[in-house]
T-cell receptor, first 110, second 117 residues
Framework: AQRVTQPEKLLSVFKGAPVELKCNYS??????LFWYVQYSRQRLQLLLR??SRESIKGFTADLNKGETSFHLKKPFAQEEDSAMYYC????????????FGSGTRLSIRP | EPEVTQTPSHQVTQMGQEVILRCVPI?????FYWYRQILGQKVEFLVS????????KSEIFDDQFSVERPDGSNFTLKIRSTKLEDSAMYFC???????????????FGAGTRLSVL
């Protein structure tokens, strides 16, 4: 079954603390993994994708195929990072749907 | 920066009525999608559309739903006879293409909140 699991509904950390949002997936084949972010009253927007191996807004995520994980990390949280974060996957073939996790609300305390 | 535009932002309707949700995808994009998110639940795929036909649809996308690209810019989702359980946020998305190299990145609209009374 194709599935994305985000075990934490809410993650609250202090400003300046490290952040790790967990994501595990189940997929037969080679998926592409993404993190989407939704700031308050804004649309879903792509944060990063595993294939590009970039750091966006200080966030990184490494695909671990052995553990089928794609955890999102940032060494020092900032207040503007407070948002809803969705881990997601798709396949490379066809006009493929995105399968989303249930999301983690990240709250950064001052 | 080009954006996917959705109208209306909020639609209230009576159970059994037909609704049409409208989307204007990014102009050079060729693949179009609808997703929905029931309050407190995951964002779920409904349907993908390419070259004037449905590419893939989920189990949710039953005979009550239809999609259309009536002209060169709009992409619509019609729900023929709304049910209470259709109340959700509906997101339109578009992508330039498929496959790797970034063409498959889906850009989302701000959503239409559908409230069925």
């Amino acid at each position: 079954a194709q599935r994305v699991t985000q075990p934490e509904k809410l993650l609250s950390v202090f400003k300046g603390a490290p952040v790790e949002l967990k994501c595990n997936y189940s997929y037969s084949g080679s998926p592409e993994l993404f993190w989407y972010v939704q700031y308050s009253r804004q649309r879903l927007q792509l944060l990063l994708r595993h294939i590009s191996r970039e750091s966006i807004k200080g966030f990184t995520a490494d695909l671990n195929k052995g553990e089928t994980s794609f955890h999102l990390k940032k060494p020092f949280a900032q207040e503007e990072d407070s948002a809803m974060y969705y881990c997601a996957l798709t396949s490379y073939s066809s006009a493929s749907k995105i399968i989303f996790g249930s999301g983690t609300r990240l709250s950064i305390r001052p | 920066e080009p954006e996917v535009t959705q109208t209306p932002s909020h639609q209230v309707t009576q159970m059994g009525q037909e609704v049409i949700l409208r989307c204007v995808p990014i102009s050079n994009h060729l693949y179009f999608y609808w997703y929905r998110q029931i309050l407190g639940q995951k964002v779920e795929f409904l349907v993908s559309f390419y070259n004037n036909e449905i590419s893939e649809k989920s189990e949710i996308f039953d005979d009550q739903f239809s999609v259309e690209r009536p002209d060169g810019s709009n992409f619509t989702l019609k729900i023929r006879s709304t049910k209470l359980e259709d109340s959700a946020m509906y997101f339109c998305a578009s992508s330039e293409g498929i496959g790797s190299a970034g063409k498959n990145i889906q850009y989302f609209g701000a959503g239409t909140r559908l409230s069925v009374l």
